[in-house]
């Protein structure tokens, strides 16, 4: 259990969304938090699977027509790093949602904080993981998996990255979020980018999955992520408001979802 678990928090267990409402649920969740409302903490799916572009990445990057012949989404997040790739049932994502004045001002204690949750839930699935420790030089960089590895927030299985995770401030709260790789999607990854300058074997090289580390199934990892991280802050189980939920449509259509942001962003 956390320092922060005798705040109020709600659990919200795992559910599908497309990318921009993924997006736009943080967003509305960071409002709460910041407003008096109950901290967060959730897990979900992507549906479609969809490639989330960091804060201020290039869209030359993006494969465009690989994207629209497979229906995969295109977002853009908050966060920075390169853009990732998630699969609908190869990825595994979970938001952590609180005040700011609740947290550590200082960045790396912050992730060593939220992330206890993230390395105990690992450490229950039988996948023996862990911050990085040592230097990963940078195959791709517009790929946040590819990237030179930070140990303040790339988690490493065996020397393979197996998730990434990140944080931004919204509205006088934190909202850290992350992917855990369940199943390693090498070529649909890789298609996603405006590249061939990388291999499936390469990727495969550089990342692994849950599925590949403990024989833990994808509906076991999912319990077993969201029981540590209603222990972690003694959450109870909880649903968005019919509010949150109008307001996060309307965040998702006017921004996640429009061009000017994903596609126009990085430009302006």
């Known amino acids: 259990m956390s320092t922060l678990a005798d705040r109020e928090w709600r659990l919200i267990t795992e559910e599908r969304r497309s990318g921009a409402m ?3 649920l943080d967003e509305i969740a960071a409002e709460t938090a910041a407003s008096g409302g109950p901290r967060t903490v959730r897990v979900y799916q992507w549906e479609p699977s969809c490639l989330s572009l960091g ?8 494969e465009w027509g690989y994207c629209r012949r497979n229906g995969i989404d295109v977002t853009r997040r908050q966060t920075g790093g390169g853009g990732i790739y998630h699969d609908f049932d190869g990825d ?4 952590i949602i609180a005040p700011k004045d609740e947290l ?7 992730y060593r904080l939220l992330c206890d949750p993230i390395l105990a839930a690992f450490d229950r699935m039988g996948v023996s993981a862990a911050f990085v420790s040592e230097e990963f030089p940078e195959i ?8 030179a590895l930070h140990p303040a927030h790339d988690i490493v299985a065996n020397g393979r990255k197996i998730s990434g995770n990140a944080q ?9 979020h992350g992917s855990l790789t369940y199943r390693v999607r090498a070529p649909e990854h890789l298609g996603v980018f405006n590249t061939d300058t990388v291999s499936p074997a390469q990727f495969r090289d550089r990342v692994t999955g849950i599925d590949e580390e403990s024989d833990c199934s994808r509906s076991a990892a999912v319990n077993i992520l969201e029981e540590t991280l209603r222990e972690w802050a003694a ?3 909880g649903a968005w408001t019919d509010a949150e939920l109008s307001r996060a449509h309307d965040r998702a259509e006017k921004k996640y979802n429009a061009d000017s942001w994903v596609i126009e962003r990085s430009r302006s």
């Open 22 to 24: 993924n997006m736009a």
């Open 168 to 176: 931004y401030r919204q509205s006088d709260a934190v909202i850290q």
């Open 92 to 95: 595994i994502s979970y938001s």
């Open 104 to 110: 550590p001002g200082d960045l790396m204690d912050c």
């Open 235 to 237: 959450a109870t189980n």
């Open 140 to 147: 791709y960089h517009p790929a946040c998996y590819l990237r």
């Open 55 to 62: 804060y201020t990445q290039d869209p030359d990057t993006v």
